[in-house]
């Protein structure tokens, strides 16, 4: 987890941060292998665009595409500097859909930072609540937990997974529903004429 609190966060205090943290990202991974053509290249950044929206604009010239970047959708992120800058690192940016803020991770990482850095404290000063976040991030990284997908959609698929089938009236359950074999064309046509009185 990379933090680096501030007192203000525009655009350029934002993107200076996240440009200089993408470097060394980038410096830390091995060097990527040359593409075999431009045309295979291109087909690997185009590939991550299927299925998009609003697919972005590819610049005509791409490098090795070395590092997908999952970001908000915010309007800051979307900037041409900014894209073309992406680009020109070999950095797909990624961004998630306007109503899925469940699918934006960062959200659940602030909340655990919150929790962690703030509880039963009570700061008084800007610099006070980012030491004690920044002090939350270093002990993070000391011991990362890692996310598991989950939310409500798995909460009901697991749910579903658990139910449990009723056998007859009686109050016992079975995992599985007992297949029970269809009654035949003879059997239903005995049964429609069967005298009941």
Same mark, same amino acid.
């Given at each position: $987890? ?9 655009n ?5 941060? !996240? ?20 045309a ?17 604009? !590819?610049?005509?010239?791409l490098?090795p595409?070395? *590092?997908? !970047?999952? $970001?908000?959708?915010?309007?800051? +992120?979307?900037t ?5 800058? !992406?680009?020109? +690192?070999?950095? $797909?940016? *990624?961004? #998630? ?8 991770? #960062? ?16 700061? /008084?000063?800007?610099?006070?609540i ?6 939350a ?17 798995s ?11 009723a ?6 359950? /079975? ?8 009654? #035949? ?9 069967q005298?009941? +009185?």
């Amino acid at each position: $987890m990379r933090v680096q609190g501030v007192t203000s966060c525009r655009n350029p205090v934002l993107h200076g941060w !996240l440009k200089a943290e993408l470097c060394a990202i980038l410096a830390a991974r091995p060097a990527p292998p040359e593409p075999v053509s431009v045309a295979a290249n291109r087909a690997c950044w185009e590939r991550w665009q299927e299925g998009l929206s609003q697919p972005i604009t !590819l610049s005509a010239a791409l490098p090795p595409l070395r *590092l997908l !970047l999952v $970001m908000d959708n915010l309007t800051g +992120h979307k900037t041409p500097s900014f894209v073309c800058w !992406l680009f020109d +690192h070999g950095i $797909m940016p *990624l961004y #998630t859909p306007l109503g899925g803020s469940w699918l934006n991770m #960062t959200e659940s990482v602030q909340r655990i930072l919150k929790r962690r850095g703030l509880a039963g404290q009570h700061p /008084t000063t800007p610099d006070a609540i980012i030491a004690a976040l920044e002090a939350a991030a270093q002990g993070w990284n000391a011991a990362p937990t890692p996310f598991v997908w989950g939310g409500r959609r798995s909460d009901r698929r697991h749910r579903r997974r658990q139910r449990q089938h009723a056998l007859g009236g009686s109050g016992a359950c /079975t995992r599985r529903p007992l297949p029970r074999p269809r009654p #035949t064309v003879l059997q239903q046509w005995r049964s429609a004429g069967q005298v009941t +009185h």
